[in-house]
């Protein structure tokens, strides 16, 4: 449940960083743990049928490489949807990274409708997320993915060069 104006600051200083690919990740991870409620924050990305942990601010994790369909992440995948998980505790097939961990939200990095990754977002209290956190971290992944490798893409040239 972020604030406007908290969400504003955090898009907007991921938007003009300098950087690319697994440097922008992970300026974009430590920017999102300075919210409340944001405990853990991290992306996957997808290779093949699995998720691999890629940058992450927050407790190491066992989960470092998640089948697609399994836990609140794979469960994403499999679906093509984001997942606001009130409560961990009602998710059969949940893997948990932290007891502390209650509540949880995924959102979908996708570049057209390929799915490269996703950014999991743990939080310490139950019904920690809404509409307002998936709103601002789809615009984070609009972000992350038009800058998802560490080189841009080159122009293509044009006919008249």
């Known amino acids: 449940m972020v604030s406007?104006?908290?969400a504003l600051a955090i898009l907007h200083a991921v938007q003009v960083a300098p950087f690319r690919g697994a440097a922008l990740r992970k300026f974009a991870m430590e920017r999102l743990a300075e919210l409340p409620n944001y405990n853990w924050c991290g992306i996957y990305r997808l290779e093949g049928e699995e998720l691999i942990l890629d940058e992450f601010v927050g407790e190491a994790t066992d989960h470092t490489r998640i089948k697609v369909g399994v836990g609140v992440?794979?469960?994403?995948?499999?679906?093509?949807?984001?997942?606001v998980v009130d409560d961990v505790s009602q998710v059969g097939n949940y893997l948990?990274?932290?007891?502390?961990t209650k509540s949880e939200i995924v959102v979908l990095i996708r570049e057209g409708q390929t799915i490269l990754g996703q950014?999991?977002?743990?939080?310490?209290?139950?019904?920690?997320?809404?509409?307002?956190?998936?709103?601002?971290?789809?615009e984070i992944a609009v972000v992350l993915a038009d800058?998802?490798?560490?080189?841009?893409?080159?122009?293509p040239m044009s006919a008249t060069s």
């Open 4 to 6: 406007t104006s908290e």
């Open 73 to 83: 992440c794979g469960t994403a995948v499999a679906k093509n949807a984001n997942q």
């Open 96 to 100: 948990a990274c932290s007891i502390k």
């Open 119 to 138: 950014i999991d977002i743990d939080g310490h209290t139950p019904r920690a997320f809404d509409g307002t956190d998936e709103a601002l971290l789809n």
């Open 147 to 155: 800058r998802w490798t560490e080189k841009a893409t080159p122009e």
